[in-house]
């Protein structure tokens, strides 16, 4: 990815921050700084409103914790859409290669299997005692690589893992 | 556009979850369904929703795509997609919105689908499990149909997330203090009790990559639920499931927390009150015993 779409997605980010005003509700409505202090996503916010475009964001792992529950969405007095932005935020630390790597073994497991957990001999098992249908064959997986090629995921995997070898 | 004289139809998608690893809810799913006169047409060739967090994060175009040949899916059939799953639900519900709404994202989401030569013009309604018993069935018609009331039954509701947030796009109840579900649960003659931690999230989506902040969450949860001493849990989603069945149990496992409280599925409840036989296995598959909860309802 080159380094001019990086930063005009991190502008983006940037003016989505602009109008918060630090009130905090956001934090208050979340369930994970609830329990984890170390997690705070008015405090995620503002260190985008004072850096300058970082060519390395090095937020470590936490914005990941973001559980999209959307609590915060619902009462931000500035509507800014937090769990949005947040999204936009893992999206450029994917891009950076700061993504956790049991996050991209379960993408990785999308792809090959076409789900997210695998059918297992006990899945079968357990249908079969429920009377439930046989799983089909993964007839959908091709068209779902293709379309994974198509809107371009595949390359940003795959130059993803070049980032990590190389860096 | 699912209404039909014989009865509600539907393009019935479980999602992953449900699929391999609680198979059991599609089975109380399946037959509530049925005894109360609705369809569901089986959908070929689907994938994952795909789930509404990780990828929608990588690459949010792709997210679109994928979720889209989904609903294109259904809407060759000519049926609205029904799913037991809050993250299937977020992710087909957001995904219809924008391509409802956004004409430019359409056309860009079927310039995609048509390299696998598909498309999704937008024609039908997404509908979880639960918001089809409300809207469509109808508690009145749940209300003739019940054998067994479940009497003297306490229950603590959780929605989770997804059900209901976020609201503009969702519109299904109120995002702070919904009632729909309590009111299906209160029609099967059951009582929903009030907890502090109602609408807490339960920090099932922290599991892969922050396991201690996952349970402190749930530990939280439950730690009000217990407050309010119901009989069990009810939810409308396999990750919620998971988290408060099987994590709970982890929970009793190595951390000796002992909060015994057992986890329900909605259709599982329903099922018992409509005096339907889900066999002697299905309950055993949950990981806090539910025979106590089971029996009382049955020998009632
Ligand atoms: S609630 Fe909104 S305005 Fe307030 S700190 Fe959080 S993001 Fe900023
Ligand atoms: S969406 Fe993320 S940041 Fe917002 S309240 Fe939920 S976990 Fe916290």
Redo the contacts between chains.
């Keep these: 990815m080159e380094q001019g779409e990086k930063l005009r997605k991190l502008k983006e980010i940037k003016r989505k921050a602009l109008i918060c005003f630090q009130c905090g509700v956001c934090v208050g409505s979340c369930?994970?700084a609830?329990?984890?202090e170390k997690?705070n996503p008015r405090r995620i916010l503002r260190n985008f409103l004072f850096n300058q475009s970082p060519p390395q964001l090095n937020l470590s792992?936490l914005p990941?914790?973001c559980?999209?529950?959307?609590?915060c969405?619902?009462r931000c007095p500035q509507n800014i859409g937090l769990?949005e932005v947040m999204?936009k935020i893992?999206?450029l630390q994917?891009l950076n290669g700061e993504?956790?790597s049991?996050?991209l073994n379960?993408?990785k497991q999308?792809i090959k299997t076409?789900?997210?957990?695998?059918?297992?001999p006990i899945?079968e098992r357990?249908?079969e005692?429920?009377?439930?249908?046989k799983?089909?064959t993964?007839?959908?997986?091709e068209?779902?690589k293709?379309?994974?090629k198509?809107?371009?995921?595949k390359k940003?995997?795959f130059s993803q893992e070049e980032e990590k070898r190389s860096g | 556009m699912a209404e039909r004289e014989t009865g509600h139809k539907y393009a019935f998608f479980p999602g992953c979850l449900v699929t391999t690893r609680l198979p059991y809810i599609e089975a109380a799913v399946r037959k509530s369904m049925r005894r109360l006169g609705a369809e569901l047409v089986d959908m070929p060739e689907t994938t994952c929703c795909p789930e509404p967090t990780l990828t929608k994060a990588l690459n949010q175009k792709t997210w679109l795509a994928i979720a889209a040949r989904n609903l294109s899916i259904a809407e060759e059939i000519g049926l609205d997609i029904l799913t037991p799953c809050n993250g299937c639900y977020g992710t087909f519900k957001t995904v219809n919105y924008i391509i409802k709404t956004n004409e430019k994202e359409r056309v860009k989401i079927n310039d995609t689908l048509k390299k696998v030569n598909r498309e999704y013009k937008g024609k039908i309604q997404v509908k979880h499990v639960v918001e089809a018993l409300y809207k469509d069935i109808g508690k009145e018609r749940i209300k003739k149909e019940i054998q067994k009331p479940l009497k003297n039954i306490k229950i603590a509701v959780h929605y989770g997330c997804h059900l209901l947030r976020p609201s503009e796009i969702i519109q299904l109840d109120d995002p702070e203090q919904p009632t729909f579900l309590d009111e299906l649960v209160e029609v099967l003659g059951a009582k929903s009790v009030d907890y502090e931690r109602k609408m807490m999230c339960c920090g099932g989506e922290d599991l892969k990559i922050h396991p201690q902040t996952a349970y402190s969450i749930l530990k939280e949860k439950l730690s009000s639920i217990k407050e309010a001493d119901p009989d069990c849990i009810v939810v409308t989603c396999p990750l919620c499931m998971i988290q408060l069945d099987e994590n709970q149990a982890l929970l009793q496992r190595r951390h000796r927390q002992n909060f015994n409280i057992p986890v329900f599925y909605y259709s599982e409840l329903l099922c018992l009150a409509l005096n339907i036989n889900l066999g002697d296995q299905h309950f055993k598959l949950h990981r806090i015993k539910a025979d106590e909860v089971v029996k009382k309802i049955v020998k009632s």
């Design positions: 369930p994970v609830f329990v984890n997690y792992n990941w914790l559980l999209h529950c959307y609590a969405l619902e769990s999204f893992q999206h994917f993504i956790p049991s996050f379960a993408v999308i076409g789900r997210v957990s695998p059918v297992t899945t357990r249908r005692q429920l009377n439930l249908p799983i089909e993964e007839t959908g997986v068209e779902l293709k379309i994974i198509e809107t371009g995921l940003l995997l």
